[in-house]
């Protein structure tokens, strides 16, 4: 938590509000907080009961009073000149996101391959701006989507009616998707700066096992993006977004694999098909197909794959 607070207060610009939003924590956050009140009066705080992050985000984004917002999570931290940096690439743009990249750092995780969580964009964006839907086709398309809000700054008035989704898991994918293709017009400038530092401790998202509440999850994302009548049209946007719909689908049930020991419950297994049939199919790739249809698959393949390197 201090790390964090330091990030923010120490930001070299300095024309900054920081909404702090506990929501019941109990390890001793309300005391630190309160310290680093004391001394910086851009610290505001609010004080909830604790609904989730979606909610809590909510409540800060309600409270906020700022043009520009930008999410921190209290495990991580930003570089000083991130705010600086970011603003100026904005309005020397005239765009209404900054997207930055980050950097992942273990914290007493054990057996966990750090190296797999790449917050890196393809370099080719490197101070590039296009319009938000262009982008967000070049990450499904490039499998290079990065979801986490903590990795853009945007323009509250271009998106202020994106909210995240209470009570699920797994929302970013929800909400970074609506933000990204809510506007024909807005546009994104991608800097190459790792600006995020990204904190991995066990139990969190990434490294907890996982659970039906993490399927559960994934199929709320993807039956709120089915929503979007963007899906229904011939455009590059329409493309990407059934496919993304479909991947999510398609982690629904690894995620159930991973959960229930290779035995996807039978509800999931229809809920899914289910969902997977309100895509616009004509926009579909015939291995998303497969493993939503025949999500099985992919333990044969991890079973060959070790057959292949243990003979």
Same mark, same amino acid.
């Given at each position: 938590? !201090?790390?964090?607070?330091?990030?923010?207060?120490?930001?070299?610009?300095?024309?900054? %509000?920081?909404?702090?939003?506990?929501?019941?924590?109990?390890?001793?956050?309300?005391?630190? /907080?309160?310290?680093?009140? %004391?001394?910086?009066?851009? /610290? $505001?705080? /609010?004080?909830?009961?604790?609904?989730?992050?979606?909610?809590?985000?909510?409540?800060?984004?309600?409270?906020?009073?700022?043009?520009?917002?930008?999410?921190?999570?209290?495990?991580?931290?930003?570089?000083?000149?991130? +705010?600086?940096?970011?603003?100026? !690439?904005?309005?020397?743009?005239?765009?209404?996101?900054?997207?930055?990249? !980050?950097?992942?750092?273990?914290?007493?995780?054990?057996? @966990?391959?750090?190296?797999?969580?790449? #917050?890196?964009?393809?370099?080719?964006?490197?101070?590039?701006?296009?319009?938000?839907?262009?982008?967000?086709?070049?990450?499904?398309?490039?499998?290079? #989507?990065? $979801?986490?809000?903590?990795?853009?700054?945007?323009?509250?008035?271009? @998106?202020?009616?994106?909210?995240?989704?209470?009570?699920?898991?797994?929302?970013?994918? +929800?909400?970074?998707?609506?933000?990204?293709?809510?506007?024909?017009?807005?546009? $994104?400038?991608?800097?190459?700066?790792?600006?995020?530092?990204?904190?991995?401790?066990?139990?969190?998202?990434?490294?907890? %096992?996982?659970?039906?509440?993490?399927?559960?999850?994934?199929?709320?994302?993807?039956?709120?993006?089915? *929503?979007?009548?963007?899906?229904?049209?011939?455009?590059?946007? !329409?493309?990407?977004?059934?496919?993304?719909?479909?991947?999510?689908?398609?982690?629904?049930?690894?995620?159930?694999?991973?959960?229930?020991?290779?035995?996807?419950?039978?509800? $999931?297994?229809?809920?899914? +098909?289910?969902?997977?049939?309100?895509?616009?199919?004509?926009?579909?790739?015939?291995?998303?197909?497969?493993?939503? /249809?025949?999500?099985?698959?992919?333990?044969?393949?991890? *079973?060959?794959?070790?057959?292949?390197?243990?003979?």
């Amino acid at each position: 938590m !201090a790390e964090c607070l330091d990030s923010a207060v120490g930001q070299i610009h300095q024309n900054k %509000e920081i909404i702090i939003v506990n929501d019941g924590s109990t390890d001793g956050s309300a005391a630190i /907080i309160s310290e680093y009140q %004391e001394k910086h009066s851009e /610290i $505001v705080l /609010i004080v909830t009961e604790n609904f989730g992050q979606s909610s809590a985000r909510n409540t800060g984004i309600e409270k906020s009073t700022g043009d520009y917002l930008i999410f921190l999570d209290s495990d991580d931290w930003i570089e000083k000149e991130t +705010l600086e940096r970011c603003l100026l !690439a904005l309005k020397e743009h005239n765009a209404d996101m900054v997207m930055f990249n !980050a950097c992942s750092f273990a914290d007493d995780v054990s057996e @966990f391959d750090i190296g797999k969580l790449d #917050y890196t964009r393809p370099s080719c964006l490197a101070n590039k701006k296009l319009l938000c839907r262009e982008a967000f086709s070049f990450f499904v398309k490039n499998k290079s #989507y990065l $979801v986490s809000p903590c990795l853009y700054l945007y323009k509250r008035s271009t @998106f202020n009616k994106n909210r995240f989704r209470p009570e699920i898991i797994h929302e970013d994918n +929800l909400f970074t998707t609506q933000l990204l293709i809510s506007s024909e017009t807005a546009e $994104v400038i991608c800097l190459p700066d790792r600006f995020f530092h990204r904190r991995v401790r066990p139990g969190s998202i990434m490294t907890q %096992e996982k659970s039906m509440k993490h399927v559960n999850g994934y199929l709320a994302v993807a039956e709120e993006l089915l *929503k979007n009548g963007l899906k229904n049209q011939n455009c590059s946007t !329409a493309i990407a977004l059934n496919q993304f719909i479909q991947s999510i689908i398609g982690n629904a049930l690894a995620t159930a694999q991973a959960a229930f020991n290779n035995k996807i419950p039978l509800h $999931v297994r229809k809920k899914s +098909l289910k969902l997977f049939f309100k895509t616009n199919l004509r926009h579909i790739k015939p291995r998303a197909a497969l493993i939503c /249809i025949l999500p099985e698959i992919k333990v044969v393949k991890r *079973k060959l794959r070790g057959l292949v390197k243990h003979p």
